[in-house]
């Protein structure tokens, strides 16, 4: 069993930023990626970034240029910095687990394994 635990959220304004954090304990592989997720209000969960377990990046279009995800192997923290914030941005942030060690199958929600209970990130303009 995986736990995560969010922190970090809040009440920014336009162009703000804000840093997510996500502490992972339980047990866990040895290797694997994570991801953030959001969602808004009456919208599905959507992927904002993820990493894998060798520190390969992605993004989505909506966070690239704005959004760093990154993590603390030795403390198992995954961390969300997004600067530049706009109001779109508003919503629900979970972190994820999953177990592979390769973007390639972290994809959907589907297959991540573990969740968050999310942190909420509201941006006014």
């Known amino acids: 069993q995986v736990q995560l635990v969010e922190s970090g959220g809040g009440s920014v304004q336009v162009g703000g930023s804000l840093r997510l954090s996500c502490a992972v304990s339980?047990?866990?592989?040895?290797?694997?990626?994570m991801s953030w997720f959001r969602q808004a209000p009456g919208k599905e969960r959507e992927g904002v970034a993820k990493?894998?377990?060798?520190?390969?990046?992605n993004y989505a279009d909506s966070a690239e240029g704005r959004f760093t995800i990154s993590k603390d192997n030795a403390e198992k923290i995954l961390y969300l910095q997004m600067n530049s914030l706009k109001p779109e941005d508003t919503g629900m942030y979970f972190c994820?687990?999953?177990?592979?060690?390769?973007?390639?199958?972290?994809?959907?929600?589907?297959?991540?394994?573990?969740w968050g209970q999310g942190a909420q990130v509201t941006v006014s303009s």
């Open positions: 994820a687990y999953c177990a592979r060690n390769y973007l390639d199958y972290c994809g959907g929600t589907s297959d991540f394994t573990y």
């Open positions: 339980g047990y866990t592989n040895s290797r694997y990626s």
């Open positions: 990493i894998s377990a060798y520190g390969a990046t």
